[in-house]
T-cell receptor, first 116, second 110 residues
Framework: EPEVTQTPSHQVTQMGQEVILRCVPI?????FYWYRQILGQKVEFLVS????????KSEIFDDQFSVERPDGSNFTLKIRSTKLEDSAMYFC??????????????FGPGTRLTVL | GQNIDQPTEMTATEGAIVQINCTYQ??????LFWYQQHAGEAPTFLSY????GLEEKGRFSSFLSRSKGYSYLLLKELQMKDSASYLC???????????FGAGTRLAVHP
Protein backbone atom coordinates (compact mmCIF):
# COMPACT_ATOMS: atom_id res chain seq x y z
CA GLU A 1 0.00 0.00 0.00
CA PRO A 2 1.50 3.38 -0.97
CA GLU A 3 2.41 5.66 1.92
CA VAL A 4 3.78 9.09 2.67
CA THR A 5 7.40 9.02 3.82
CA GLN A 6 9.36 11.66 5.75
CA THR A 7 13.02 12.19 6.54
CA PRO A 8 14.68 12.55 8.93
CA SER A 9 12.64 10.93 11.69
CA HIS A 10 14.37 13.13 14.26
CA GLN A 11 16.27 16.40 13.76
CA VAL A 12 18.15 18.23 16.50
CA THR A 13 19.35 21.74 15.75
CA GLN A 14 20.64 24.85 17.44
CA MET A 15 18.46 27.93 17.71
CA GLY A 16 18.94 30.19 14.70
CA GLN A 17 19.95 27.40 12.35
CA GLU A 18 18.11 26.50 9.16
CA VAL A 19 16.41 23.12 8.84
CA ILE A 20 14.83 21.37 5.88
CA LEU A 21 12.27 18.66 6.47
CA ARG A 22 11.61 16.33 3.59
CA CYS A 23 8.53 14.44 2.48
CA VAL A 24 7.70 12.11 -0.38
CA PRO A 25 3.91 12.19 -0.89
CA ILE A 26 1.92 9.34 -2.42
CA UNK A 27 2.75 9.36 -6.12
CA UNK A 28 -0.64 10.09 -7.73
CA UNK A 29 -1.64 12.69 -5.13
CA UNK A 30 -1.99 16.32 -6.11
CA UNK A 31 -2.55 18.18 -2.82
CA PHE A 32 0.14 18.44 -0.15
CA TYR A 33 0.08 19.73 3.41
CA TRP A 34 2.29 20.36 6.41
CA TYR A 35 0.95 20.17 9.95
CA ARG A 36 2.72 20.41 13.27
CA GLN A 37 1.99 19.05 16.74
CA ILE A 38 3.71 20.50 19.77
CA LEU A 39 4.10 17.86 22.48
CA GLY A 40 0.81 17.35 24.32
CA GLN A 41 -1.11 19.71 22.04
CA LYS A 42 -3.38 19.33 19.05
CA VAL A 43 -2.39 18.93 15.42
CA GLU A 44 -2.23 22.35 13.73
CA PHE A 45 -2.43 23.18 10.03
CA LEU A 46 0.57 25.06 8.60
CA VAL A 47 0.23 25.18 4.82
CA SER A 48 -1.36 23.56 1.79
CA UNK A 49 0.28 23.32 -1.63
CA UNK A 50 -1.24 22.62 -5.03
CA UNK A 51 -0.09 23.09 -8.61
CA UNK A 52 3.36 24.20 -7.46
CA UNK A 53 2.18 27.02 -5.27
CA UNK A 54 0.92 27.67 -1.77
CA UNK A 55 -2.87 27.50 -1.74
CA UNK A 56 -3.46 28.39 1.90
CA LYS A 57 -1.35 29.08 4.99
CA SER A 58 -2.02 29.61 8.67
CA GLU A 59 -0.86 32.40 10.98
CA ILE A 60 1.91 30.10 12.20
CA PHE A 61 3.41 29.94 8.71
CA ASP A 62 5.30 33.24 8.83
CA ASP A 63 8.26 34.49 6.78
CA GLN A 64 10.58 32.02 8.50
CA PHE A 65 8.79 29.14 6.79
CA SER A 66 8.83 28.13 3.14
CA VAL A 67 7.77 25.11 1.14
CA GLU A 68 8.99 23.75 -2.15
CA ARG A 69 8.42 20.88 -4.51
CA PRO A 70 11.87 20.78 -6.14
CA ASP A 71 11.14 17.75 -8.32
CA GLY A 72 8.29 15.41 -9.13
CA SER A 73 8.48 13.49 -5.88
CA ASN A 74 9.83 15.56 -2.97
CA PHE A 75 7.99 18.18 -0.92
CA THR A 76 10.04 20.15 1.59
CA LEU A 77 9.44 22.46 4.52
CA LYS A 78 12.23 24.90 5.35
CA ILE A 79 12.51 26.84 8.58
CA ARG A 80 15.01 29.61 7.97
CA SER A 81 16.05 30.51 11.52
CA THR A 82 14.71 28.08 14.09
CA LYS A 83 13.35 29.20 17.45
CA LEU A 84 12.87 27.17 20.62
CA GLU A 85 9.11 27.25 20.08
CA ASP A 86 9.51 25.51 16.70
CA SER A 87 10.23 22.28 18.58
CA ALA A 88 7.40 19.95 17.55
CA MET A 89 6.46 16.95 15.45
CA TYR A 90 6.01 17.99 11.82
CA PHE A 91 3.68 15.89 9.70
CA CYS A 92 3.43 15.91 5.93
CA UNK A 93 0.13 14.80 4.36
CA UNK A 94 -1.13 14.26 0.85
CA UNK A 95 -4.52 13.92 -0.77
CA UNK A 96 -5.38 12.61 -4.21
CA UNK A 97 -8.05 15.12 -5.15
CA UNK A 98 -8.95 18.34 -3.48
CA UNK A 99 -11.02 21.44 -3.61
CA UNK A 100 -13.97 20.82 -1.37
CA UNK A 101 -13.60 17.10 -1.91
CA UNK A 102 -13.60 15.00 1.19
CA UNK A 103 -10.93 12.73 -0.18
CA UNK A 104 -8.78 11.34 2.58
CA UNK A 105 -5.56 12.97 3.70
CA UNK A 106 -2.81 10.47 4.45
CA PHE A 107 -0.15 11.43 6.95
CA GLY A 108 3.53 10.61 6.97
CA PRO A 109 5.24 9.27 10.12
CA GLY A 110 6.48 12.73 11.09
CA THR A 111 9.79 14.43 11.83
CA ARG A 112 10.45 15.29 15.45
CA LEU A 113 12.28 18.64 15.48
CA THR A 114 14.13 19.59 18.63
CA VAL A 115 15.57 23.11 18.82
CA LEU A 116 18.19 23.66 21.53
CA GLY B 1 -14.79 30.84 14.12
CA GLN B 2 -13.86 27.21 13.82
CA ASN B 3 -13.88 25.27 17.08
CA ILE B 4 -13.95 21.54 17.68
CA ASP B 5 -14.62 20.08 21.14
CA GLN B 6 -14.22 16.52 22.34
CA PRO B 7 -13.74 14.94 25.77
CA THR B 8 -10.16 14.80 26.98
CA GLU B 9 -10.13 11.23 28.28
CA MET B 10 -12.29 8.12 28.33
CA THR B 11 -11.87 4.62 29.69
CA ALA B 12 -13.55 1.43 28.56
CA THR B 13 -13.33 -2.33 29.00
CA GLU B 14 -12.00 -4.81 26.48
CA GLY B 15 -14.86 -6.24 24.39
CA ALA B 16 -17.19 -3.33 25.14
CA ILE B 17 -18.53 -0.52 22.94
CA VAL B 18 -17.47 3.10 23.37
CA GLN B 19 -18.82 6.30 21.80
CA ILE B 20 -16.56 9.34 21.45
CA ASN B 21 -18.45 12.58 20.85
CA CYS B 22 -17.33 15.66 18.94
CA THR B 23 -19.10 18.99 18.65
CA TYR B 24 -18.14 21.82 16.38
CA GLN B 25 -19.06 25.42 15.80
CA UNK B 26 -18.33 26.46 12.29
CA UNK B 27 -19.83 26.94 8.92
CA UNK B 28 -18.34 25.53 5.79
CA UNK B 29 -16.79 22.27 6.90
CA UNK B 30 -16.52 20.04 3.82
CA UNK B 31 -16.69 16.89 5.90
CA LEU B 32 -15.96 15.55 9.37
CA PHE B 33 -13.02 13.18 9.78
CA TRP B 34 -11.87 10.80 12.49
CA TYR B 35 -8.24 9.80 12.94
CA GLN B 36 -6.52 7.48 15.42
CA GLN B 37 -3.16 8.51 16.86
CA HIS B 38 -0.94 6.33 19.00
CA ALA B 39 1.58 8.18 21.16
CA GLY B 40 4.51 9.46 19.11
CA GLU B 41 2.99 8.33 15.82
CA ALA B 42 1.15 9.91 12.91
CA PRO B 43 -2.63 10.24 12.70
CA THR B 44 -4.17 7.29 10.86
CA PHE B 45 -7.44 7.80 8.97
CA LEU B 46 -10.45 5.92 10.35
CA SER B 47 -13.66 7.35 8.88
CA TYR B 48 -15.36 10.43 7.51
CA UNK B 49 -18.86 11.81 6.98
CA UNK B 50 -20.04 14.32 4.41
CA UNK B 51 -23.77 13.85 4.76
CA UNK B 52 -25.87 13.30 7.87
CA GLY B 53 -26.11 9.75 9.09
CA LEU B 54 -24.03 6.76 10.00
CA GLU B 55 -21.02 5.40 8.13
CA GLU B 56 -19.91 1.91 9.13
CA LYS B 57 -16.43 0.48 8.54
CA GLY B 58 -15.94 -2.80 10.35
CA ARG B 59 -15.56 -2.22 14.09
CA PHE B 60 -15.64 1.55 13.59
CA SER B 61 -18.67 3.70 12.75
CA SER B 62 -19.04 7.44 12.55
CA PHE B 63 -22.15 9.58 12.70
CA LEU B 64 -22.77 13.17 11.65
CA SER B 65 -25.56 15.66 12.26
CA ARG B 66 -24.69 18.88 10.44
CA SER B 67 -27.67 20.80 11.85
CA LYS B 68 -26.57 19.99 15.39
CA GLY B 69 -22.82 20.40 14.73
CA TYR B 70 -22.31 16.95 16.22
CA SER B 71 -20.44 13.79 15.34
CA TYR B 72 -19.48 10.64 17.14
CA LEU B 73 -17.13 7.72 16.60
CA LEU B 74 -18.37 4.34 17.76
CA LEU B 75 -15.85 1.60 18.47
CA LYS B 76 -17.21 -1.93 18.94
CA GLU B 77 -15.57 -5.08 20.35
CA LEU B 78 -12.83 -3.03 21.93
CA GLN B 79 -9.32 -4.44 21.91
CA MET B 80 -6.32 -3.42 24.00
CA LYS B 81 -4.65 -2.06 20.85
CA ASP B 82 -7.49 0.47 20.52
CA SER B 83 -5.92 2.42 23.40
CA ALA B 84 -4.94 5.62 21.60
CA SER B 85 -6.03 9.21 21.00
CA TYR B 86 -8.96 9.75 18.67
CA LEU B 87 -8.92 13.00 16.74
CA CYS B 88 -11.99 14.69 15.31
CA UNK B 89 -11.21 17.03 12.41
CA UNK B 90 -13.18 19.22 10.04
CA UNK B 91 -12.15 19.67 6.42
CA UNK B 92 -12.24 23.39 5.70
CA UNK B 93 -11.83 25.71 2.77
CA UNK B 94 -11.17 25.23 -0.91
CA UNK B 95 -8.13 23.03 -0.30
CA UNK B 96 -9.60 20.94 2.52
CA UNK B 97 -7.18 21.88 5.31
CA UNK B 98 -7.99 19.86 8.42
CA UNK B 99 -8.93 21.65 11.65
CA PHE B 100 -8.32 19.24 14.52
CA GLY B 101 -9.82 18.96 17.96
CA ALA B 102 -7.51 18.29 20.88
CA GLY B 103 -8.23 14.57 20.75
CA THR B 104 -9.79 12.08 23.15
CA ARG B 105 -7.37 9.74 24.91
CA LEU B 106 -9.02 6.31 25.21
CA ALA B 107 -7.70 3.74 27.66
CA VAL B 108 -8.96 0.18 27.20
CA HIS B 109 -8.67 -2.05 30.28
CA PRO B 110 -8.88 -5.85 30.49
Amino acid sequence: EPEVTQTPSHQVTQMGQEVILRCVPISNHLYFYWYRQILGQKVEFLVSFYNNEISEKSEIFDDQFSVERPDGSNFTLKIRSTKLEDSAMYFCASQRSGGTSTDTQYFGPGTRLTVL
Amino acid sequence: GQNIDQPTEMTATEGAIVQINCTYQTSGFNGLFWYQQHAGEAPTFLSYNVLDGLEEKGRFSSFLSRSKGYSYLLLKELQMKDSASYLCAGGSGGYNKLIFGAGTRLAVHP
